[in-house]
Nanobody, 121 residues
Framework: QVQLVESGGGLVQAGGSLRLSCAAS????????MGWFRQAPGKDREFVTA????????YYADSVKGRFTISRDNAKNTVYLQMNSLKPEDTAVYYC??????????????WGQGTQVTVSS
C-alpha cells in the first residue's frame, strides 16, 4: 500500500512558477513509477506527466511539454513537479499518482488527495 500527500499548490499569476511535491509512504516507493494528473472544473481528469522508478524515463502531455518538469528523490520518497510559464488553462486540481510502469499514464494504482493550482490572467 502507498499513501501519497501533495503540497505546494496555490495561486500564481500567468507566467509564474510553482513547485508541487508529493510525499509517499511505504518502503517500496522506489519500485513504483510516479506521475501527476489534473482535473479542471467541468473537465475530465487528464494525464500530465510521469517518471519511471529509476527516474531515467519521463513522459509529458503535449500541453505541458517544455514548461513542466517531473523529478523524484527515492531517498526522500518524494516526487516533484516544477511548473514554469504557467497559463490560466493550467488551473486545476493536481493529483499525485503511483503505479506500475506500464499503467502509470492511464491507470495508476494509487492517488493522492489533490492540491489546487490556480493561475490568474
Amino acid at each position: 500500500q502507498v499513501q501519497l500527500v501533495e503540497s505546494g499548490g496555490g495561486l500564481v499569476q500567468a507566467g509564474g512558477s510553482l513547485r508541487l511535491s508529493c510525499a509517499a509512504s511505504g518502503r517500496t516507493f522506489s519500485s513504483y513509477a510516479m506521475g501527476w494528473f489534473r482535473q479542471a472544473p467541468g473537465k475530465d481528469r487528464e494525464f500530465v506527466t510521469a517518471i519511471s522508478w529509476s527516474g531515467g524515463s519521463t513522459y509529458y502531455a503535449d500541453s505541458v511539454k517544455g514548461r513542466f518538469t517531473i523529478s523524484r528523490d527515492n531517498a526522500k520518497n518524494t516526487v516533484y513537479l516544477q511548473m514554469n510559464s504557467l497559463k490560466p488553462e493550467d488551473t486545476a486540481v493536481y493529483y499525485c499518482t503511483a503505479g506500475s510502469q506500464g499503467k502509470i499514464r492511464k491507470w495508476p494504482d494509487y492517488w493522492g488527495q489533490g492540491t489546487q493550482v490556480t493561475v490568474s490572467s
